[in-house]
Structures are given as C-alpha cells and as structure tokens.
C-alpha cells in the first residue's frame, strides 16, 4: 500500500521504517529538516536496537522516503498521525497542538478514500472530535485510531510482531483497509480487536495506568519490607506466582521514567477530571507521587552510605537513560538520581553505554564518561540506576580493585547481593535487608 507517517519521532521514524519493511511504499514526514536529512541518509536520529538496519534496507530498496512537505504525501492511500502529545506547560493535560497542526496540514492533501490512523496516544474524546471536523472538510476521507504499544528497546519487533491489534473505527471499510496494511501480522495470528474510538483511546492509556500502578505497588511494598526487615525481591518472587498477579513488572527500585508513562498517567488523570471523573482515576496520583519517592529514597540510601553527607565524595553513577537499550533520557530516574547527589555536593561521575550525548544536553553540570572503568575508578561509591546488561555483569571482586571505598547501591535490585557482600562490599538495594 502507499502509506504516510506525519511525525517522523521516535513512534513515527519506527513505525515508517518497520512498514516498508513489510513491504508498502512509504513517506515520512516532519517539519524538522536535520530529522529528516539523517533519517533520509539511513541514519536514526536516536538509538533504538534494529531499527538502524531496517531504515538502511527500506531506504535502499526505494520504499522509503522522507520530506518535509506534507503535500508530497498526496498519493497514499493510509496516513499515520505519530506526532508527540506531551504534558503541557501548565498542567497534567496533553498537549494536543502538534495532533492538531498534523491534521490541519494533512487534510488539504487527502485523496478520495483515504484513511487517517490516529497512533499518537491522546485523551478519550480526540478522536471523536477528529471525526467530526474531518466529515465537515474531506468527507471524501475517513479517521480511524490505532493506539501503538512500543516498548523502547523493542518498538522494532513491536511493530513488526505486535502482540494485539487494537482498530478504534467508524465504519467496516476502515477496519478492512488496516486489515490489509497490518496483513503479515493478522495471518501471523496476532489478536485483532475492532472497536469504537474512544475504547481504541482508552486501551493505550489504561495499560499504562495498569503498568506504572503495579511497579508502584511493588515499590510501596519496597517501602514497607524495609521498615520491617522484610526482602521484597522475595515477596515479589512469592506472588509473581499467582497466575492472577503474575511476576512481570514486579521489579522494586528507582521507578519508571521515560516520554510515556509518566505523563500519560497524568494526562489520563487529567482527562478523567475533565468528564466529572476525577475521583475514579484519584489513585493514579499516589502511584505518580510513589514513582517519584523512589528516587529520594535512592538520594537516601547513597547519603547514609556515605555516613550522613555526600559532600566532595566522588560517586559513580551507572547509567542515566530511563531503561537500558534506550539513550532516551525524559524524565529518567537515573539522572534524575545523579542531579540530586550533584545538588548535594557530590562529586558525579556518569555514565552509560547510549545516554550520554542527551544527558549532557540537559544536565551539563555534570562529568559524564564513556568508559565503566573510568567512571568507577576511585569511586567512594557506586550507585546504579539503569540496569545495562554490562553493569548487571559486573564482577564485584574486579570492581573492588577500581574504587575507593567498597559501597554500592543497586537501584535496580539486579546484582547478586550475597556475591557483593562475599567479595567485601556494602551493598544496599531497594526494600532488601
């Protein structure tokens, strides 16, 4: 098919890449030239595993394209809004102006037939009012939502391999134009789930809800088991077992971060306060307000480490992107985790295998390395903060031979904490005694 993708961010550059890689004809489009230029020379913008090798193959075989003209997308018959809905200045509300200036832009363009697919994750309500304005101005076209569930690190196979399809339509015709766009995936056997707009809006942002809910729940329990003396590594290993809890996103530490959850949870509660319903989505602020606790208390564990003050100690801080396999650096624990100590007197030291280059540009206060060995050598502390697989591997007996002072504080819960303490180190974790 003869596909668009307006917002060629991190959604839209994936998700253009991956869809000439099943074959369509596609063109990316976005208002920022230097995006375009790299992404049009088969060089990603930002680090995501695979993509780099997908954009280089749909580039070359002429199935890719990019511009920065909106008009030159005339032709498709399937037009993709990915555009970034982020908080807003003044509030927990999304930002809707960049999904409303894509489809001022596109509209103009739109062939007879043609179908728009909403990917932006937006407040219930948006694509029904969508609807409403397009009937008035191409009624010769149609909207349909179709919310992405990416993972950063693994939007590549996502996209390509998604675990369910979720179309919020107006019509059957809609439903049958995705069918033939996502076909590999529907003969795959991948879930397909027609609805109406405002449940296609509401199923992205519920499982957020539900994700960031449970990571909080397990990091409250964290709180709890170390008041009590209590492991909640074990806890959560205990009923991870319930086939009904399950033990994914049982993991206590820092938190989450990221361009999503956090501001989608809030976004959500936003809307909720909007349609009179704030008391239903009242929880989702104790979840935020517990995801951002987890960092002090990391600030904490470093601080009594150091015997009650951080000032002129030098500290290694593995990590500073929100996840590993991701140089993704919005709203992140982990630099947020070092910014702290910094403000403390701390001497920081940083590090991370992709991150570096944008936490620098919003963080430049700090001392960033490439190197582990470097950022560990003389440490009187080290505090890990995003679980890279390197620094999960870490040899503690080698480590100890680079440092100052044999402290650790693993934010993550991810070391082997009995194999720290054998080779002479303070290891303290998170709701772990």
């Given at each position: ?9 991190y959604?839209g ?9 099943l ?5 990316g ?7 375009i ?5 088969g060089r ?5 595993p ?17 511009s ?7 032709d498709a ?15 927990n ?9 894509a489809?001022?832009a596109l ?9 728009i697919v909403?990917k ?7 694509a029904?009012?969508?609807?409403e ?7 010769h076209?149609?909207l349909?939502?179709n919310p ?13 391999e998604?675990?369910?399809l979720v179309y919020g ?11 033939q766009?996502y ?13 109406d ?5 509401l199923?992205k ?7 960031a ?5 397990i990091?409250a329990?964290?709180e709890?088991?170390?008041?009590s003396?209590?492991d909640v ?10 086939a009904?809890?399950?033990r994914?996103?049982?993991?206590a530490?820092?938190g989450?971060g990221?361009?999503c959850?956090?501001k989608d ?10 349609l009179?319903?704030g008391e239903?989505?009242a929880?989702?602020?104790e979840?935020?307000?517990?995801n ?12 009594a480490a150091?015997g009650?003050s951080?000032?002129r100690?030098?500290?290694?801080v593995?990590g500073?992107?929100f996840?590993?396999?991701?140089d993704?650096v ?7 985790v070092?910014v702290?100590?910094?403000?403390l007197?701390a ?16 963080h430049?206060q700090?001392?960033?390395v490439?190197s582990t060995r470097?950022?560990?050598?003389g440490a ?7 679980e890279w697989?390197?620094?999960r591997a870490?040899d503690p007996?080698?480590?100890a031979?680079l440092?100052a002072?044999?402290r650790?504080?693993?934010g ?7 194999a720290?303490?054998a ?11």
């Open positions: 098919m003869r596909i668009s993708v307006i917002g060629c961010g959604l550059a994936v998700h253009a890449s991956a869809m000439a890689e074959g369509h004809h596609v063109i489009v976005d208002v920022d030239p230097s995006k230029a790299a992404l049009a020379a990603p913008p930002f680090f995501e695979g993509l780099a090798e997908i954009l280089a193959s749909a580039t070359a075989s002429g199935r890719l394209r990019f920065t003209d909106v008009a030159d997308a005339a018959e399937v037009h993709f809004l990915a555009v970034g809905t982020p908080q807003a200045a003044d509030s509300a999304a930002d809707l102006r960049y999904v409303d200036a489809f001022d509209v103009p363009h739109l062939a007879e037939g043609a179908l909403g932006s994750t937006v407040p219930v309500g948006t029904g009012r969508l609807a304005r397009l009937a008035e101005l191409a009624p076209a149609a349909a939502w992405e569930f990416l993972r950063e690190g693994f939007a590549v196979r996502d996209t390509l998604p675990d369910r339509v107006g019509d059957d015709h809609a439903a049958s134009v995705l069918d766009v076909r590999a995936a529907i003969e795959a056997g991948t879930p397909r789930i027609v609805t707009y405002a449940t296609a809006e199923v942002v519920a499982a957020n809800a539900f994700l809910t449970k990571i909080s729940f990091n329990m964290s709890i088991a170390d008041a003396g209590a590594t074990a806890l959560a290993d205990a009923i991870g077992h319930d009904r809890i399950g994914r996103f049982l993991n530490g820092v989450f990221g361009g959850l956090p949870i809030r976004a959500f509660t936003a809307r909720a306060e909007e009179g319903r239903a989505l929880f989702l602020r979840v935020d307000a517990i951002l606790r987890q960092r002090q208390r990391a600030v904490d564990l470093a601080v150091l009650g951080v000032h100690k030098r500290i290694a593995l500073v992107t996840k590993p396999e991701s993704d919005r709203d992140s624990p982990a630099l947020d070092a702290q100590l910094k403000g007197g001497e920081v030291v940083a590090t991370d295998p992709e991150g570096i280059d944008n936490a620098r540009a919003r430049p700090l001392d960033y490439t470097e950022a560990l050598r009187d502390l080290v505090v890990l903060v995003t697989r390197e620094y870490l007996v080698e480590t031979r440092v002072g044999r650790i504080i693993d993550r819960n991810v070391l082997d904490a009995a720290w303490r080779a002479g180190w303070e290891y303290r974790g998170i709701g772990r005694p």
